[in-house]
């Protein structure tokens, strides 16, 4: 037996008796190894407490109760449980003046952000963190450094991650908290292998595994092992690796985590490859990607391709490699294409409105000289009208130029109202959306910002603002499959669709392409929601035209509250929407979904 088996040997004795040996867990540790391990269960616990408790739980409680929750919702991407506990923490930050309240808020929306590759994470963890820089707190203190840690973990930014992740083990040790340690130590070791210093890795991951073990939290003894099966299998110890991922893959079936399922199925696979039994990692690999086709796991299809080709490779099967070769290229390129489609149509439409906006301009300081020109006239007949009084022997002169200016002016006049018409119908034109005949972005942009203007000063209430962002689903199958003009017609049929729908409630505009854009001023955010889910069902009953080739259209929509907090702004506000909408686009489409970043 080699050495490297005995010492994993050694390693497995050792968790087994801190197992059945360890110290009992606490109940803050048994309510933060619920958030792992059965996070659905403790939401549904939480959310009763806190029904039940309301304003009576003391800050600190309700502070730490709502973290809680927070952490959960993040861990199975619950958007309704994660708004509720920012939007909890939030008001508790301004009801008490306590900046902790405000930094949990905070980080929870980063780990959020930072989970679907949304929005810039990085950005609102330092905000949060800002808050609490000099805090004495030990709980907050280390979950000020553990959260920094994780964040730049998660967003690949390793070298940065080092110090602050040591720096959180640090600063759990002092509190003997077990739990933090290991969190800090898988974090640690998750750094050091993306960065293939796996001798460093492999002691991170173990410390880790003891720290859980020590206090009984056997499952996260095995999601580290998951971990460090990797580190095994880049050092050549692919069995202890093999055996590690069996376990993870058990906990991840009986806990119903599909995902994390088949990505352990993948790991199972490569170690099968590296034991030299390519057939039976090839077969489990063709098992994994039908499986993540018929769960619609579209984000991780392209890694397990991936995956599979280079195993057909080490078999020589050199034709099946190139095709999943291929389609790995081609589900990278359409997702990249799809982001520049939409980076043309704004342009354009950029370039548009500027171009109407130069016009206008144009005739505004037209309309200017004509102005000066007639108030000139207009002095000069006043000053031939006082001389013809002075004068009385050129009377006869005096009304002869009198009537001439005067007719000049009134030309002049003329001509300036006309200008003005012109150049109202032009602006007209440039706040139109020619296709469909509602507010274009422009428009849109302008009616929104100042509303917020009018809105800065006042509270935030239960009739605020919301805005709903708006995509049609599928809109490239009708373009290509019956032309761009009956493409245009079935935009059209969607507009008067919204328009009735939305009532004297929300101004519609249509804001590029296939997207649409309602502001609802004071509506509030369950008449909001309301209002969506009769968007959304109007437009699914529009009847289309039969060259459309398609019977019936659906729109997914992301909805968002302005809050003056995180969306304090245009941008944040209508950032928080649209991330709202891909949300509901990613969750298969035809749905309402209500942002978790602001109220």
């Not at 553990?146 to 110090?163: G, H, N, Q, R, V």
């Not at 301009?361 to 031939?384: H, T």
């Not at 304090?568 to 978790?596: F, I, P, Q, T």
């Amino acid at each position: 037996m080699g050495v490297s088996m005995q010492g994993s040997m050694i390693a497995g004795w050792m968790l087994a008796v801190a197992l059945v040996h360890g110290g009992g867990m606490s109940v803050r540790d048994a309510q933060r190894y619920r958030t792992e391990t059965d996070p659905h269960g403790l939401i549904t616990e939480l959310q009763s407490q806190l029904d039940q408790s309301g304003q009576g739980l003391a800050g600190a409680v309700l502070r730490e109760k709502l973290w809680l929750l927070g952490t959960a919702a993040v861990n199975v991407n619950d958007v309704a449980a994660l708004h509720e506990a920012t939007t909890r923490l939030d008001e508790l930050a301004g009801r008490t003046h306590d900046p902790a309240a405000a930094a949990d808020a905070g980080f929870l929306r980063s780990r959020q952000l930072i989970a679907a590759s949304q929005g810039d994470g990085i950005s609102e963890e330092l905000q949060a963190a800002a808050l609490v820089q000099g805090t004495t707190d030990p709980v907050m203190l280390g979950r000020l450094h553990y959260t920094l840690c994780d964040a730049y973990a998660m967003s690949e930014e390793f070298t940065k991650a080092i110090p602050l992740c040591r720096r959180a083990i640090a600063t759990y040790r002092t509190q003997a908290d077990a739990w933090g340690m290991g969190n800090a130590g898988n974090d640690l070791g998750i750094v050091y292998t993306h960065l293939h210093r796996y001798d460093e890795a492999i002691p991170a991951y173990l410390e880790a595994r003891r720290q859980f073990a020590s206090i009984g939290a056997g499952q996260m003894v095995v999601l580290v092992g998951d971990n460090l099966s990797q580190a095994y299998r880049k050092t050549g110890r692919v069995r202890e690796a093999l055996a590690l991922s069996h376990a993870s893959l058990a906990q991840e079936q009986a806990a119903g985590r599909v995902s994390d399922a088949l990505s352990s199925r993948a790991d199972i696979a490569l170690d099968y490859a590296a034991l030299g039994q390519p057939g039976k990692a090839l077969a489990l690999m063709d098992a994994v990607v039908a499986d993540a086709r018929d769960a619609h796991l579209q984000g991780l299809l392209p890694d397990f391709v991936r995956t599979r080709s280079e195993i057909e490779q080490q078999q020589g099967k050199l034709r099946p490699a190139l095709a999943d070769a291929r389609e790995v290229i081609t589900a990278l390129n359409q997702r990249n294409a799809a982001v520049l489609r939409s980076e043309e149509a704004r342009l354009a439409a950029r370039y548009a409105t500027r171009e109407k906006e130069l016009q206008i301009l144009a005739l505004q300081r037209q309309n200017q000289v004509k102005d000066l020109q007639l108030k000139a006239a207009q002095a000069e007949a006043a000053r031939r009208g006082e001389e013809q009084q002075r004068q009385s022997l050129r009377i006869m002169f005096g009304r002869g130029v009198v009537v001439a200016l005067s007719l000049m002016a009134l030309l002049l006049y003329l001509l300036l109202r006309s200008q003005h018409r012109h150049a109202v119908e032009l602006r007209a034109q440039a706040l139109r959306d020619p296709l469909t005949g509602v507010e274009n972005r422009r428009a849109f942009q302008q009616r929104a910002m100042d509303l917020l203007a009018e809105s800065r000063g006042f509270p935030a209430s239960t009739s605020a603002h919301v805005l709903m962002l708006i995509d049609v689903d599928h809109f490239k199958r009708i373009n290509d499959g019956a032309g761009h003009p009956q493409g245009d017609e079935v935009l059209r049929i969607i507009t008067d669709g919204l328009r009735r729908a939305a009532g004297d409630v929300g101004h519609v505009a249509r804001i590029g392409g296939e997207e649409f854009a309602v502001l609802c001023p004071g509506c509030g955010a369950m008449a909001g929601m309301r209002l969506a889910e009769t968007l959304r069902a109007e437009v699914a009953t529009l009847a289309l035209p039969p060259e459309a080739k398609v019977s019936t259209v659906t729109i997914s929509i992301g909805v968002a509250v302005f809050d003056g907090a995180r969306c304090h702004d245009l941008s944040s506000w209508m950032r928080a929407a649209d991330m709202a909408m891909y949300e509901a686009k990613s969750h298969g489409r035809n749905r309402v979904v209500a942002s978790a970043l602001a109220t």
